[in-house]
């Protein structure tokens, strides 16, 4: 890569690709300072109308550059696919997202050791899990309170949701029990003969952020997280009340 004007075909799809991502890191980063400089409150209102207006601009600009038609405000190649195929899509999106959490998380052990990766993995999910949370009552139209019938909704629409499989059962009127019945992560570390990965101090903050950000008046308590025993059934459980 000399000049732009000398670029082949195949190095100006990797800038594409390599621009889409320095965005999206910028995207982040902004996120980032504002909630340090002006707390979080004031970062989530200055996150909602950024997406509102950032994806009308872009999905402008990239639907005209292609010639994709626009249907209320959703690019139509994607809603006129199969429902298989969206669904495929929409399950291969939340698994590259968990890709790409462990390879974050691996790059880390490698070069600092696994202190070190559990310690930016605990932070992360601290950060993430709310964001998540705030993201899901957005889509979902919740109000700000919703109770545990929206905690229940909420936890059908997050990544981990669309790629394991879990479980919730009523416990009293004021609590119930979320169950993870088969986890990505874990059951490929049972297929290599591995112990389970001990996730409990992450899934404390993650959970109980998630929780918190969909009602502030909810609980979380932890029934079992590797590398607690557990029964075949789940991988971990947690219980949530008002």
Same mark, same amino acid.
């Given at each position: 890569?000399?000049?732009?004007?000398?670029?082949?075909?195949?190095?100006?799809?990797?800038?594409?690709?390599?621009?889409?991502?320095?965005?999206?890191?910028?995207?982040?980063?902004?996120?980032?300072?504002?909630?340090?400089? $002006?707390?979080?409150?004031?970062?989530?209102?200055?996150?909602?109308?950024?997406?509102?207006?950032?994806?009308?601009?872009?999905?402008?600009?990239? /639907?005209?550059? $292609?010639?994709?038609?626009?249907? %209320?405000?959703?690019?139509?190649?994607?809603? @006129?696919?199969?429902?298989?195929?969206?669904?495929?899509?929409?399950?291969?999106?939340?698994?590259?997202?968990?890709?790409?959490?462990?390879?974050?998380?691996? #790059?880390? %052990?490698?070069? /600092?050791?696994?202190?070190? #990766?559990?310690?930016?993995?605990?932070?992360?999910?601290?950060?993430?899990?709310?964001? %998540?949370?705030?993201?899901?009552?957005?889509?979902?139209?919740?109000?700000?309170?919703?109770?545990?019938?929206? $905690?229940?909704?909420?936890?059908?629409?997050?990544?981990?949701?669309?790629?394991?499989?879990?479980?919730?059962?009523?416990?009293?009127?004021?609590?119930?029990?979320?169950?993870?019945?088969? !986890?990505?992560?874990?059951?490929?570390?049972?297929?290599?003969?591995?112990? @389970?990965?001990? !996730?409990?101090?992450?899934?404390?903050?993650?959970?109980?952020?998630?929780?918190?950000?969909?009602? /502030?008046?909810?609980?979380?308590?932890?029934?079992?997280?590797?590398?607690?025993?557990?029964? %075949?059934?789940?991988?971990?459980?947690?219980?949530?009340?008002?």
């Amino acid at each position: 890569m000399d000049t732009q004007e000398n670029l082949s075909k195949e190095e100006s799809v990797h800038i594409i690709i390599d621009f889409m991502h320095r965005s999206m890191m910028h995207h982040a980063m902004w996120f980032a300072e504002v909630q340090k400089h $002006l707390g979080k409150e004031k970062a989530l209102q200055a996150l909602n109308e950024v997406c509102k207006i950032s994806y009308d601009v872009q999905l402008k600009r990239i /639907s005209k550059t $292609l010639g994709i038609e626009v249907k %209320e405000g959703l690019p139509s190649p994607l809603l @006129d696919l199969p429902e298989e195929k969206l669904a495929s899509l929409r399950e291969n999106t939340a698994a590259n997202w968990l890709a790409n959490d462990g390879i974050w998380f691996q #790059a880390v %052990e490698f070069s /600092s050791g696994m202190t070190a #990766a559990k310690h930016c993995n605990d932070a992360c999910w601290e950060q993430f899990s709310p964001l %998540e949370a705030w993201s899901v009552k957005r889509l979902l139209n919740l109000p700000e309170q919703p109770g545990l019938e929206g $905690l229940k909704q909420a936890l059908q629409f997050r990544l981990y949701a669309f790629i394991n499989k879990q479980s919730i059962t009523d416990e009293t009127e004021s609590s119930f029990i979320f169950r993870m019945n088969d !986890c990505r992560v874990q059951s490929a570390r049972k297929r290599k003969g591995l112990d @389970d990965y001990p !996730c409990k101090s992450a899934g404390i903050i993650e959970y109980t952020t998630f929780a918190e950000a969909i009602d /502030s008046r909810i609980k979380t308590e932890c029934i079992g997280c590797p590398p607690d025993s557990h029964p %075949e059934e789940w991988y971990c459980a947690w219980k949530f009340q008002i």
